[in-house]
């Protein structure tokens, strides 16, 4: 017992509260913004907002000391909160190739992706469900590649000794990015298909070949006129 309340410590507190700051002000922004969407889009736009903050301002820092040095030499500020971390999963603090490779995609594409989801939500534009689609695939990739080479090699830079290191930050801080994603995938599915439910209903189940057959009959009816009107002419 002893053991693990030592491991509550200053950095702890405040890396867990700037998640809870992060989450109330994405809760804010997301039914803010949101205002004139549907109770689902607007959870979807703090999802969003939240994803980018962490990307931006978390993994941001972690990708330029990482490429400039290691988190475990860095001084900076923002590096005591990947020390945390470091503690179950000591990848994050040597500057591991894959780990900071997988991190350059999530701050210079996940990051922007989620703020040209939010965009395309709010003018409800045509591609939106396509970037939705890329940036939970990028997401599961990114989760992927991160535990399924350490899986391989026996997990032997994570700590799973205690319930903090175990289900706080290896399965809680990465299981989101897992669930979340899977679920707008399913979304965009659903909406998807609503689509083409409803664009089929419109076109009365014939799409193209209704406005092909109109055409056609309209080219008939012209032929057949200036015919008349030759035969007039020549009488």
């Known amino acids: 017992m002893t053991a693990n309340a030592s491991l509550i410590n200053t950095v702890t507190i405040i890396s867990l509260s700037a998640t809870a700051v992060y989450l ?84 210079f594409l996940d990051g922007p992706l989620c703020v040209i989801l939010i965009y395309a939500i709010l003018k409800n534009k045509f591609y939106r469900h396509y970037v939705q689609l890329v940036l939970c695939v990028c997401e599961l990739y990114g989760g992927w590649m991160t535990f399924c080479p350490e899986w391989l090699t026996k997990s032997e830079n994570l700590d799973t000794s205690n319930a903090l290191y175990l289900w706080i930050y290896l399965v809680f801080f990465n299981g989101v990015w897992v669930v979340i994603p899977l679920y707008l995938m399913w979304h965009s599915w659903v909406e998807m298909k ?30 057949k006129y200036n015919t008349r009107t030759r035969s007039k002419k020549e009488d």
């Open 24 to 107: 109330g002000l994405s809760v804010f922004l997301g039914f803010y913004l949101g205002r004139r969407k549907r109770q689902t889009e607007k959870w979807i736009i703090t999802w969003l907002v939240f994803d980018a903050l962490i990307h931006f301002t978390f993994e941001g820092p972690f990708v330029l000391l990482s490429l400039y040095g290691t988190i475990k030499e860095s001084d900076h500020f923002t590096a005591s909160l990947w020390k945390e971390y470091a503690q179950a999963d000591k990848r994050w603090g040597v500057a591991d190739p894959t780990i900071v490779s997988l991190e350059i995609l999530t701050v």
């Open 194 to 223: 609503r689509c083409m439910t409803t664009l089929a209903v419109t076109d009365g189940g014939h799409g193209t070949e209704v406005t092909e057959t109109t055409t056609v009959t309209t080219t008939t009816s012209r032929h």
